[in-house]
């Protein structure tokens, strides 16, 4: 089936074969639990003026001139929806979301294919063949690289594939679907990241605080910042206090003061009072990278009775691979990894399967030195005590290697905790 740049600038004549103007652009919508746009109407242009055309009065497309079967007097007038796309004027040339290669592409043509009386847009173009076709030159690098024994250079997605991103002022965005939820939140930065700011924020608007917070938590602080900033106070603080307390105090110390302030007013007691403690310690600092969210349990507890207590209170910790043993004031008195209690007897003393020597770090540890030491002992996360070896918190891998190693590269350590 052809593609919409062959098609458009095609003269359309009526049943009579007089001309009634020239194609230029395409009306189509979705249908049910269908994927693919049909198309609806046509828009023909003649002297500057447009009027649209439902597709039922189209004969024939592929046809060097494509007939109505109609009379020009009688030539019925499409009224579009809200739910219509102009192909030309809304999908050509923009940027959209390729939910299955998880990026941002431009769309350089549409194909078109025809199934059971109806046509459908089949595939987006993104490529370089999309860009010579609209130029006329398709033909010419068709005999190029048959010539040189070359493949044409195509690259195609299919529609199910494609959420519109954005379209101009005088257009209604295109509300992104589950399909950009269930992106990974990696991807799902990497998409935020490829975006200007504008667009950034529109897409941000279109997702749940939930998936707000998962994709911000993928990038650095001040991007963060600056994809926040238009949003409202109110909003801001439900993502915050879906984010992990360490990643929300990274954010408000990019915020102007008196915001930050205004935020944590906002917040729940519990999250803000969490985010203010991270805030009350130099950046650089095991207090101030460290997350409040652990899994602890008090060393009179049996493995059997460990496991149902994290079930009841660790919901919310980053990270269940090291359970920390405190007694009743919050002392560290040892620690266990997720595996030693799957494997120890339901009836075992938690005391006779926890490590007695923990490797910790003080509140006012330097980065560096906690970096140092999690890279030393091969650890996923290194406890946070006080003088009083009190446990405050814990600090991750990736959190701790920020300043060692570069942000690009830290992306890339496994997640083990996610």
Same mark, same amino acid.
């Given at each position: 089936?052809?593609?919409?740049?062959? #098609?458009?600038?095609?003269?359309?004549?009526?049943?009579?074969?007089?001309? =009634?103007? =020239?194609?230029?652009? %395409?009306? $189509?919508?979705?249908?049910?639990?269908?994927?693919?746009?049909?198309?609806?109407?046509?828009?023909?242009?003649?002297?500057? =003026?447009?009027?649209?055309?439902?597709?039922?009065?189209?004969?024939?497309?592929?046809?060097?001139?494509?007939?109505?079967?109609?009379?020009?007097? !009688?030539?019925?007038?499409?009224?579009?929806?809200?739910?219509?796309? +102009?192909?030309?004027?809304?999908?050509?040339?923009?940027?959209?979301?390729?939910?299955?290669?998880?990026?941002?592409?431009?769309?350089?043509?549409?194909?078109?294919?025809?199934? *059971?009386?109806?046509? +459908?847009?089949?595939?987006?173009?993104?490529?370089?063949?999309?860009?010579?076709?609209?130029?006329?030159?398709?033909?010419?690098?068709?005999?190029?690289?048959?010539?040189?024994?070359?493949?044409?250079?195509?690259?195609?997605?299919?529609?199910?594939?494609?959420?519109?991103?954005?379209?101009? @002022?005088?257009?209604?965005?295109?509300?992104?679907?589950?399909?950009?939820?269930?992106?990974?939140?990696?991807?799902?930065?990497?998409?935020?990241?490829?975006?200007?700011?504008?667009?950034? &924020? @529109?897409?941000?608007?279109?997702?749940?605080?939930?998936?707000?917070?998962?994709?911000?938590?993928?990038?650095?602080?001040?991007?963060?910042?600056?994809?926040?900033? *238009?949003?409202?106070?109110?909003?801001?603080?439900?993502?915050?206090?879906?984010? &992990?307390? /360490?990643?929300?105090? /990274?954010?408000?110390?990019? #915020?102007?003061?008196?915001?930050?302030? !205004?935020?944590?007013?906002?917040?729940? /007691?519990?999250?803000?009072?969490?985010?203010?403690?991270?805030?009350?310690?130099?950046?650089? &600092?095991?207090?101030?990278?460290?997350?409040?969210?652990?899994?602890?349990?008090?060393?009179?507890?049996?493995?059997?009775?460990?496991?149902?207590?994290?079930?009841?209170?660790?919901?919310?910790?980053?990270?269940? %691979?090291?359970?920390?043993?405190?007694?009743?004031?919050?002392?560290?008195?040892?620690? +266990?990894?997720?595996?030693? #209690?799957?494997?120890?007897?339901?009836?075992?003393?938690?005391?006779? %399967?926890?490590?007695?020597?923990?490797?910790?770090?003080?509140?006012?540890?330097?980065?560096?030195?906690?970096?140092?030491?999690? $890279?030393?002992?091969?650890?996923?996360? =290194?406890?946070?005590?006080?003088?009083?070896?009190?446990?405050?918190?814990?600090?991750?891998?990736?959190?701790?290697?920020?300043?060692?190693?570069?942000?690009?590269?830290?992306?890339? #350590?496994?997640? %083990?905790?996610?």
């Amino acid at each position: 089936m052809p593609y919409v740049s062959e #098609l458009t600038g095609r003269p359309v004549v009526d049943s009579d074969g007089i001309t =009634v103007g =020239v194609l230029v652009d %395409f009306i $189509a919508r979705i249908w049910g639990e269908v994927p693919h746009p049909s198309l609806e109407a046509i828009v023909i242009e003649r002297k500057k =003026v447009r009027q649209m055309v439902p597709f039922s009065s189209v004969v024939l497309l592929m046809t060097a001139a494509i007939p109505l079967n109609c009379r020009q007097a !009688d030539m019925p007038e499409y009224t579009p929806s809200q739910e219509d796309i +102009f192909l030309i004027r809304d999908v050509l040339d923009k940027q959209i979301i390729d939910v299955d290669g998880a990026r941002v592409v431009r769309v350089n043509d549409l194909e078109l294919i025809k199934v *059971n009386g109806n046509v +459908f847009v089949s595939n987006v173009d993104i490529g370089g063949m999309g860009i010579l076709r609209r130029a006329g030159l398709s033909k010419l690098a068709n005999r190029v690289t048959s010539g040189l024994h070359m493949k044409s250079p195509q690259n195609s997605i299919s529609w199910d594939f494609v959420e519109l991103l954005q379209r101009d @002022q005088f257009m209604r965005l295109k509300v992104p679907g589950s399909k950009i939820t269930e992106l990974h939140p990696a991807d799902l930065a990497e998409i935020i990241s490829d975006l200007n700011r504008l667009e950034s &924020s @529109q897409l941000l608007d279109t997702m749940d605080v939930k998936h707000i917070a998962d994709a911000l938590e993928e990038v650095e602080p001040d991007f963060q910042a600056s994809l926040v900033k *238009n949003m409202t106070d109110e909003k801001v603080a439900d993502v915050l206090e879906e984010m &992990s307390p /360490d990643e929300a105090a /990274d954010l408000l110390a990019e #915020l102007p003061k008196e915001r930050s302030e !205004d935020l944590l007013e906002l917040m729940e /007691d519990d999250e803000a009072e969490d985010v203010r403690k991270l805030l009350s310690f130099p950046d650089d &600092s095991a207090g101030g990278i460290m997350t409040t969210e652990y899994a602890a349990v008090l060393p009179n507890l049996t493995a059997e009775q460990a496991m149902a207590s994290l079930r009841e209170t660790s919901s919310e910790a980053e990270t269940i %691979f090291y359970v920390y043993v405190v007694d009743e004031t919050g002392h560290l008195e040892g620690v +266990f990894s997720l595996s030693d #209690l799957v494997f120890a007897q339901p009836q075992t003393p938690v005391t006779q %399967f926890m490590h007695k020597r923990v490797i910790k770090v003080n509140l006012l540890d330097k980065q560096d030195e906690i970096g140092q030491t999690i $890279a030393k002992y091969d650890l996923l996360a =290194v406890p946070v005590v006080d003088d009083q070896n009190i446990l405050h918190g814990m600090v991750t891998a990736d959190d701790a290697l920020d300043k060692i190693i570069p942000t690009a590269w830290k992306k890339r #350590l496994p997640r %083990f905790y996610y």
